[in-house]
């Protein structure tokens, strides 16, 4: 596999768990989970925009 194609699936796992930790925090009031799941939400955006620039590129 392709590195772009693994970085925008890697950061699509990302932004998926990201928000379920996010919503689990929520859910169970503990804001340090729900910190942690935004942020790992923002890791896979970012992961998911490398591989879309690398496809671009044609990397």
């Known amino acids: 596999m392709k ?6 699936a890697r950061g699509n796992a990302n932004v998926v768990k990201g928000k379920v930790k996010e919503v689990t925090g929520k859910v169970v009031r503990s804001p340090k989970l729900e910190l942690k799941g935004a942020a790992q939400k923002e890791v896979g955006k970012i992961q998911r925009a490398v591989g879309k620039s690398q496809k671009n590129r044609g990397a």
């Open 3 to 8: 590195a772009s194609t693994t970085n925008i």
